[in-house]
């Protein structure tokens, strides 16, 4: 084996006993995956900024990562509309020409042997109104964050109430979107329900303070999301739609729900209720406890016995130990996909890994 530099060997990054579960193939929903191994979400801002289309240097990017032989690509955040963007150069699929950007991409990805699917989004309150087609932001309670836009560092726009018709339009353009996204040939969708999003902002009392029947209680606050979730599956099948949501907040980092446990099992119902059989609960620290000495994967398994994929800052043998001890089924990683395209290759082999550096990877794309 080779030499693994003292970094390295702090993330767990040793090909020790790792063959046995994170290398072995698995059925989730309608996909086939090579192995356990997801490449999680990231935001790169590569694509057009005006058309929201992405190019080659995309097509590359995802096509190298496929080659790897990861198991499953879950693509950056793509906006489901011009109103749902927060960030410059964020790619979208609601436009033909976008359709067919990715399209190039997803002939790559599958050309390789590799499996895609399309993380649609919608930011909410978490824009500015030069980036939503100068509109304002939409969010469930006309309440701005605090703080500057991601990457664009002009301070939040006060956003716009939506109406019910409004709500009834986004829930549309969810359903549009994973209809766009088989249409670009990705295998499935994860809706954006986490982070602080707009889907996030119905569900958090923080940022909804609405009196109809979209606001109250927690159970209640979820309709929004619920009612998301079944318009997708409505429109590709429940065994082609995951959905993300946590605790964490990109404008509000330190958060958690009062109560961890009473809160993972509401959302838990609502997933069921909707219909969802794939689920991404998301964490910056996957063995951070938050109660009865569980985790948040832990805490969710407790109530879900479907499809989890965990992450949150992993390292291989903590991946692992998850999946061997049945907490997640498969395992993302983020940034180590990043600095590393043949990520899969240097843990089978043991090579040493690249670590991501932000001022040498953020603005790269390789």
């Known amino acids: ?11 767990g990054y040793l090909n020790k006993g790792l063959e046995s579960k994170l290398f072995e193939p698995i059925k989730i929903g309608a996909w086939n995956l090579r192995s356990r191994i997801a490449m999680a979400p990231l935001t790169r801002s590569f694509a057009d900024d005006q058309t929201g289309v992405v190019g080659e240097d995309i097509v590359e990017y995802y096509r190298k990562r496929a080659a790897d032989g990861v198991g499953l690509i879950i693509s950056e955040g793509t906006v489901i509309s011009p109103r749902g963007k927060g960030n410059p150069g964020v790619p979208g699929i609601y436009s033909d020409e976008q359709i067919v950007g990715w399209k190039k991409v997803t002939d790559a990805v599958h050309k390789e042997g590799g499996t895609m699917i399309a993380q649609i989004w919608h930011v909410g309150r978490l824009s500015h109104h030069e980036l939503a087609g100068n509109l304002p932001p939409q969010a469930p309670s006309a309440i701005p964050a605090e703080g500057l836009v991601s990457r664009f560092r002009k301070p939040y726009d006060i956003p716009e109430e939506m ?30 329900g986490a982070h602080g999003y707009l889907i996030d902002q119905f569900n958090s009392d923080i940022t909804n303070h609405r009196t109809d029947e979209y606001g109250g209680d927690l159970a209640q606050r979820l309709k929004f999301m619920k009612e998301v979730i079944k318009a997708v599956i409505d429109a590709i099948g429940t065994e082609r739609t995951m959905i993300r949501f946590s605790a964490f907040k990109g404008d509000i980092p330190n958060y958690m729900w009062d109560d961890p446990e009473m809160a993972i099992r509401t959302f838990v119902e609502a997933f069921k209720e909707a219909g969802a059989t794939m689920i991404h609960p998301s964490t910056m620290q996957f063995d ?10 832990q805490l969710v398994r407790k109530y879900w016995d479907g499809v989890i994929i965990g992450v949150g800052t992993l390292n291989p043998e903590m991946a692992n130990q998850a999946i061997e001890e049945g907490t997640i089924d498969v395992a993302a990683f983020g940034r180590p996909f990043i600095a590393n395209p043949d990520f899969i290759h240097r843990l089978k082999s043991g090579k040493e890994l690249e670590v991501y550096d932000v001022n040498k990877h953020l603005y790269t794309l390789i």
């Open 288 to 297: 951070r406890v938050l109660a009865d000495g569980k985790t948040i994967h």
């Open 163 to 192: 109406t019910t018709e409004d709500i009834n339009e986004v829930i549309n353009q969810y359903s549009q979107a994973a209809k766009n996204a088989i249409a670009a040939g990705f295998d499935g969708v994860e809706i954006h």
């Open 1 to 11: 084996m080779s030499q693994i530099s003292k970094e390295n060997r702090s993330l």
